[in-house]
C-alpha cells in the first residue's frame, strides 16, 4: 500500500482524503460513515448501467471508511477546456462540446431509465438541499423575501411534473470524462435534467475567471442534442426548465460566500459579485422563467471593496 499517494482532502468527508496508486491506476477516496455510503451508491448505479467507474472495494478499518474505484481517464472535460482556452482567447473547442453532449446524454438516458417515485415534498427537499437554501437565507437574510420564496415556489410546482431520478448535484465538467461520472458524494434524488442542462450555464458563475467561457451557439446545440434523447426517452424536452433548474445553481453559488470579519477586499468583491447574479437572476426568471447566462456581468466589472475603508 505504500504506492498511494494523496492527491487532495476529501471536502465532504471530514479528515478525507482522496488518494491515488499509479500502479494499479486505482482511486481511493478515505473519511467517514458517507464515503463508504457513497461507494454502495456508486456500485449501484454501475449495476443499473450509470456511467460511472464500479468501485472495486467498499468498506472499512477501525473508523476509516473507504471505497476504491478504477481510474476514469487522465484529464477531465475540465481540464481539457482549460487547456485549449489557454491556447484560444478562452474559446473551447466545439468537440468539447460534443463530448460534453456525448457523456450528459449517458448519463440522462441511465436516469431516464430508472426513475423514483415523485411527490411535491421530494422536489422541494431536493430544492432546498442543492441549493443549500437555509444556508444562504441565514447569510444573506435581505434575500429571504416573500417574493424570492414565491420564486421557489413556483419552480418546485414546475419541477414536481418531472420524473425524479438518481441526481448527482453537482455534475459539471470537472466531474466529467469522455466516459465516466465520478464524485457522487453530494448525491441525491433530482428532478431529470437538473444535472445535465445546466453543465455548460454554470461556466458563467465564475465571473469570467472559470478560464473558459462557452457561445450561444455552442449552448444552443448542448441543450438541443439533450432535449433530442429526453424526447427519445420520455417523450417530452426538459430545456424549458432549465431556467428552474438554474434558479437552484443561483442559490447553490452563493452559499458560503459571505465574508467573515477582516475578509480580504477580493472576498468582499466576489460575494457582491454572486449577490448581483442571484438578484438579476431572480428577477428575470419572475418575468420569463428563464435564466440567461449569457447576460451575466463579468466579476471584473466590481471594482474591489474593503468594507473597512
Known sequence: ?????????????????????????????????????????????????????????VGATGKEHHFTEPEAGIHSLHDLAMAQAANNDGKVDDALVESAVEISSRLLRAQAAHPLKITEGHVRSWFWR?????????????????????????????????????????????????????????????????????????????????????TPDQRARYTSALDDVAQECTGTVLSPHL??????????????????????PDKHRKWRYRRTLFTLSAEEYANTRRIDTAAFPFLADFEPWNPGT
Open 243 to 264: 431556467g428552474d433548474f438554474l434558479l437552484a445553481k443561483c442559490f447553490f453559488f452563493l452559499v458560503r460566500m459571505r465574508p467573515g470579519s477582516g475578509a480580504r
Open 130 to 214: 442543492a441549493g443549500f437554501v437555509d444556508e444562504v437565507f441565514a447569510e444573506n437574510p435581505d434575500l429571504d423575501t416573500e417574493e424570492v420564496r414565491v420564486l421557489v415556489d413556483t419552480a418546485v410546482g414546475r419541477l414536481v411534473r418531472l420524473p425524479l431520478c438518481f441526481g448527482h448535484l453537482d455534475y459539471g465538467l470537472p466531474n466529467t470524462f469522455s466516459d465516466s461520472v465520478i464524485d457522487w458524494q453530494h448525491h441525491a434524488p433530482a428532478p431529470l435534467g437538473f444535472d445535465v442542462y445546466p453543465m455548460l450555464d454554470i461556466a458563467a458563475f465564475k465571473g469570467g475567471t472559470r478560464g473558459y467561457a462557452f
Open 1 to 57: 500500500m505504500s504506492d498511494w499517494e494523496t492527491i487532495k482532502p476529501r471536502t465532504a468527508a471530514e479528515s478525507g482524503a482522496v488518494w491515488y496508486s499509479p500502479g494499479e491506476r486505482l482511486y481511493k477516496r478515505t473519511g467517514g460513515p458517507e464515503v463508504e455510503e457513497e461507494g454502495r451508491h456508486q456500485r449501484l448505479l454501475a449495476d443499473l448501467g450509470f456511467p460511472v467507474p464500479r468501485p472495486t472495494e
